[in-house]
């Protein structure tokens, strides 16, 4: 279940949720407008609001395409090409179609020395998906993570905007029980 945000939050989820609105057009419906300049009202400059338009485009569709790049470079009065060199940088940005549920998995040291990398290959058994694809009933894609801030509670897990510590291989299953 996912948390409604305030308009004027500037999006700072810049993941996956489970309910998508797929749209096209961004900026067309009233929700779009209203979060476009409530977001850009928070900042001495236009360019100030591109995180937060990009979470937002991200949050709507699940992914950011060149389509909704195009139309925040437009919205911001800012480049294509701009836009593009951002999303890309930033590794929360999902560039591609994923699951409805991305399951993010740390295998940086502290999560690798705590099984990090079997949690990583039992997502992946479970959902029976490789590093990176969609699930066949479109509900999963598993991915490694750099690193989810959370050392201290290794093997750290994130699906969509939800947060799992501690966890092992033999958790994998009651963690995507959860998920419906």
Known sequence: ????????????????????????????????????????????????????????????????????????AGALELTPAYVRSVATFYTMYNRHPVGRHLIQVCTCISCHLNEGQEVFEQFLSETGTRAGEISEDGRYTVIEAECL?????????????????NVTPDKVPAILDELD
């Open 1 to 72: 279940m996912t948390r409604p945000l305030h308009p004027a939050a500037a999006s700072a989820q810049p993941f996956q949720v489970a309910d998508l609105r797929p749209t096209e057009r961004l900026f067309e419906d009233p929700e779009g407008q209203d979060r476009l300049e409530k977001v850009v009202s928070r900042y001495p400059e236009k360019r100030a609001a591109l995180l937060p338009m990009l979470g937002y485009a991200q949050e709507r569709n699940g992914w950011i395409s060149d389509e909704n790049m195009a139309e925040i």
């Open 149 to 165: 801030g959370a050392c201290g509670f290794a093997t750290a897990v994130q699906v969509n905007d939800r947060y799992f510590e």
